[in-house]
């Protein structure tokens, strides 16, 4: 397919959504570096691709991006459809290719592809003719810290996101309905000792001896699978990262060990950081580094419910944590729909089916237009 195809404005909706036009673009995206933190030359690209579209606005804060209709349609609901435009670092995955019906690269499943869907739909999608105001909200450091996050500073800065009556998160859940999401929480459990020459051990308290006991128990954690409205969610906990030792013949004084604990949604942030404390010996230091709250699952609300039975899509809940979250504690029904596979997060061979994103594009278009009520 030729670029002038690939990036003409005036195509029909039906070649806008076509697997490969959406591919090409999709490859584009990926051949892009954006690791979090490094986000605006992909940001400029979007700019420039939509900067002079009819029928809305582009709005930029720091490296996201916001394009929404203006003028509002009197009385019809807003819909937000976002994804992050930033990916975890590469793993000698920086280049797109495609195989066997396959577009592998870094950030082609988690998420460029529902980026790439979002742009299709954008400009394939007349605002005119849709049931909803839709708003495409591309976003930076969702792979980040949490404080960091694009979205968080959108939602705080453009308070009219919040009045939406639906947002779509287009994170990878290989078309299934995802709902909702699990909490997480990283804490920092430190062991303490006394340092010694490692001649004379007596003369010290090695911190990992102290820990032995404690990690052989918190590393047999497991898995606890919760149904909660409508989906099937597991609470996991796992020791992510270990250090200790100052030197080859230094008695080690200290053992620090990170917990990430993924929660369920039946369960608070606060109610889940009491749970992690108890699973940490009173005489261990246990320090809160990083937590987002789990996402609420909107399994019963009509517009989900409407998009399930539509399309027939899979009902399942969310295990990693999404921005779903942000939307819910922001009062705004959310769920997760994209055409990456959740599973190939962040591995280096991670890849999304190209034939995902054509249905991705004609189930959202569908459900954006006035015949999806």
Excluded at 40 to 64: F, K, Q, Y
Excluded at 188 to 213: D, M
């Amino acid at each position: 397919m030729s670029r002038t195809l690939l990036h003409s404005r005036a195509m029909h909706a039906t070649d806008v959504y076509a697997a490969d036009r959406v591919a090409a673009l999709l490859e584009t995206l990926v051949n892009m570096p954006s690791v979090t933190g490094d986000e605006g030359a992909i940001v400029d690209w979007i700019m420039g691709r939509l900067r002079g579209r009819p029928g809305g606005e582009l709005l930029r804060s720091g490296n996201s991006v916001v394009w929404r209709p203006v003028p509002s349609a009197p009385g019809r609901p807003l819909l937000v459809l976002a994804g992050h435009v930033d990916t975890v670092p590469p793993q000698g995955n920086e280049r797109a290719r495609i195989d066997d019906g396959k577009l592998f690269g870094l950030g082609s499943t988690d998420m460029k592809s529902g980026d790439a869907v979002m742009l299709s739909l954008l400009e394939g999608v007349d605002p005119s003719a849709c049931r909803f105001d839709v708003a495409y909200v591309f976003y930076d450091a969702e792979e980040g810290p949490s404080a960091n996050n694009g979205l968080r500073r959108l939602l705080h800065e453009m308070q009219w996101l919040r009045s939406a009556t639906l947002a779509i998160l287009l994170e990878p859940t290989d078309l299934k309905v995802e709902l909702g999401c699990n909490g997480v929480i990283n804490a920092e459990v430190t062991v303490r000792g006394k340092t010694a020459h490692s001649a004379r051990p007596w003369l010290g308290v090695n911190a990992v001896a102290r820990a032995v006991k404690w990690l052989g128990e918190i590393t047999r954690f497991e898995p606890r699978p919760v149904t909660f409205a409508g989906g099937e969610f597991v609470e996991t906990l796992q020791v992510t990262t270990l250090r200790a030792g100052r030197a080859r013949n230094i008695v080690p004084d200290e053992l620090v060990a990170n917990l990430n604990y993924r929660f369920t949604p039946d369960r608070s942030l606060v109610e889940a950081e009491r749970a992690l404390r108890a699973m940490v010996p009173p005489e261990f230091d246990c320090v809160i580094v990083d937590s987002a709250p789990p996402g609420k699952a909107y399994g019963d609300h009509p517009e989900v419910r409407g998009f399930v039975e539509r399309f027939g899509a899979k009902v399942a809940g969310k295990q990693g944590w999404t921005d779903v979250a942000q939307f819910t504690e922001a009062g705004v029904p959310a769920f997760n729909y994209g055409p990456g596979i959740p599973e190939l997060c962040h591995q280096a061979a991670e890849y999304c089916p190209i034939a995902n994103l054509e249905t991705a594009c004609r189930q959202l278009a569908e459900f954006i237009g006035r015949e999806g009520a």
